[in-house]
């Protein structure tokens, strides 16, 4: 058990530096709803992410493009009443801050304001990075979020790995030191090679959380859904399924379902 685990007091931004500093992993895990963030938060996880996936796991979307701010800001609201101990993180939505950050401030705001979470989580590196540092001067700590970028879907083409061409490694590696002189106090690499994400892990004074980027980073990342076996039809290299809560969920269903129709709920017990 780590040291933040053993103490019950709320996470911050500071424990996480602390869990880095020391060598001790960060677990962080999305969440969308009261109920199962609650569950999360008494599992010992350090950060929920109230990940913009909620477009995909509670909307059905094929991307996370469609989600708005208003519905991230109730996913979250749910969420930050759930947890008593793990950060929250909430991801800005797209088209909420790549226009302008004054535009961006105000998307923050709203979430902070309306939410009363603790931090807010922005895709890309130098392209959003005058959004990013006017959102941190506001007193706003932001998480950046850089390599497989969902929101950028439409210009990347697929989901597969993302900068293994020189070029675009270097530009990440450029982004990375952006996004951590600009204040970010963690940065999420999704789905870039290993040896890439240990570089940048070591060159980062600040934690690098990682999903589909090895073992050799400062946290784990994984979206609720899929890591629970709800979600059934994703399966990456990178997913390692803890449980297959889908198929209990279908069976028990399938159970009442036949109770039902066999008159067999609800029994003498069951009623006044
Ligand atoms: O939206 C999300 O769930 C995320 C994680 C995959 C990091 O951004």
Do not use: W
């Not at 535009?103 to 705001?109: D, V």
């Not at 807010?120 to 970028?149: F, Q, Y």
Request: glycine residues 8%.
């Amino acid at each position: 058990m780590s040291a933040a685990q053993k103490d019950s007091k709320k996470i911050t931004v500071k424990t996480l530096q602390n869990m880095a500093d020391k060598g001790e992993k960060i677990a962080m895990i999305t969440a969308y709803d009261y109920s199962m963030a609650k569950l999360v938060d008494m599992s010992g996880v350090d950060v929920v992410l109230v990940g913009d996936s909620a477009a995909n796991v509670m909307a059905g979307y094929s991307s996370t493009l469609p989600i708005t701010l208003n519905e991230m800001i109730y996913h979250a609201s749910g969420v930050v009443r759930a947890c008593q101990r793990a950060l929250v993180v909430v991801d800005l939505p797209f088209g909420t801050y790549q226009g302008n950050s004054k535009e961006a401030l105000c998307s923050a705001i709203r979430i902070m304001k309306e939410t009363e979470a603790n931090a807010v989580k922005m895709e890309g590196g130098e392209e959003v990075l005058e959004s990013v540092k006017r959102i941190i001067s506001a007193g706003v700590p932001v998480m950046g979020h850089l390599g497989l970028t969902p929101q950028s879907i439409n210009k990347f083409g697929s989901y597969a790995v993302r900068a293994t061409a020189q070029a675009e490694a270097d530009k990440l590696i450029r982004d990375a030191h952006l996004l951590e002189d600009a204040g970010c106090f963690a940065i999420v690499l999704e789905k870039i090679p290993a040896s890439l994400a240990a570089q940048i892990a070591l060159e980062l004074r600040i934690p690098v959380i990682g999903i589909g980027a090895g073992g050799e980073v400062d946290g784990q990342v994984l979206v609720l859904h899929d890591m629970l076996g709800i979600t059934q039809e994703f399966t990456p290299r990178f997913l390692r399924r803890y449980a297959n809560i889908g198929e209990q969920i279908t069976q028990a269903i399938g159970q009442y379902v036949k109770d039902v129709r066999e008159r067999d709920f609800p029994n003498s017990q069951e009623q006044y």
